[in-house]
T-cell receptor
Framework: DQQVKQNSPSLSVQEGRISILNCDYT??????FLWYKKYPAEGPTFLIS?????DKNEDGRFTVFLNKSAKHLSLHIVPSQPGDSAVYFC???????????????FGTGTRLQVTL | GAVVSQHPSWVICKSGTSVKIECRSL??????MFWYRQFPKQSLMLMAT?????????EQGVEKDKFLINHASLTLSTLTVTSAHPEDSSFYIC??????????FGSGTRLTVV
């Protein structure tokens, strides 16, 4: 049961344009969402996150939008740069008990290629 | 800051042997660490949650006797793949929780069982 899905396995965008990566989830208990960037044979690197009490969070070229009613979030990268080419994972977390770290559920990933 | 060191980065072992993977938080203490497994072109699948000083919590379908986890200190968790078989070949990644929703990932270990 894939609770977090990224329906586009790959995306190609021209340099300077906007990249939009989408993520859908099914578990209504998720209350925190994160985006990670990953290169082959490396661990994920944190990009940006959003709490369920917000609908938008922005950090430089990266903006995450959350639509709770649709259980959908998206990551916008603008302008896209060749160095952004990587696999992007969304992850979701549900609040755990006090003093315990919440586990992350990862999406299936989207491979972004930014072309010149 | 917030660096997690994972070793080895790759290992090749013979079928039937055991392999130990280490995950260290270098500049912070991590009460909780997580172990993931990733097959080619697939998602990161959580295997287990490792808590310092207590038994690990395994996800459904993960054999706890095959994947031994030890979290003996606030900066070190180890994953031992016992009696490895070719189907255990995969990319293993650890993550350390810095508190709240702060997670730092290791660089991963590519295990190949021949």
């Amino acid at each position: 049961d894939q609770q977090v899905k990224q329906n586009s396995p790959s995306l190609s965008v021209q340099e300077g344009r906007i990249s939009i990566l989408n993520c859908d989830y099914t578990n209504s208990m998720f209350d925190y969402f994160l985006w990670y960037k990953k290169y082959p044979a490396e661990g994920p690197t944190f990009l940006i996150s959003i709490s369920s009490i917000k609908d938008k969070n922005e950090d430089g070229r990266f903006t995450v939008f959350l639509n709770k009613s649709a259980k959908h979030l998206s990551l916008h990268i603008v302008p896209s740069q060749p160095g952004d080419s990587a696999v992007y994972f969304c992850a979701a977390s549900a609040r755990s008990g006090a003093g315990t770290a919440s586990k992350l559920t990862f999406g299936t990933g989207t491979r972004l290629q930014v072309t010149l | 800051g917030a660096v997690v060191s994972q070793h080895p980065s790759w290992v090749i072992c013979k079928s039937g042997t055991s392999v130990k993977i280490e995950c260290r938080s270098l500049d912070f203490q991590a009460t909780t660490m997580f172990w993931y497994r990733q097959f080619p072109k697939q998602s990161l699948m959580l295997m287990a949650t490792s808590n310092e000083g207590s038994k690990a919590t395994y996800e459904q379908g993960v054999e706890k006797d095959k994947f031994l986890i030890n979290h003996a200190s606030l900066t070190l968790s180890t994953l031992t793949v016992t009696s490895a078989h070719p189907e255990d070949s995969s990319f293993y990644i650890c993550s350390a929780n810095r508190g709240g929703y702060g997670y730092t990932f290791g660089s991963g270990t590519r295990l190949t069982v021949v």
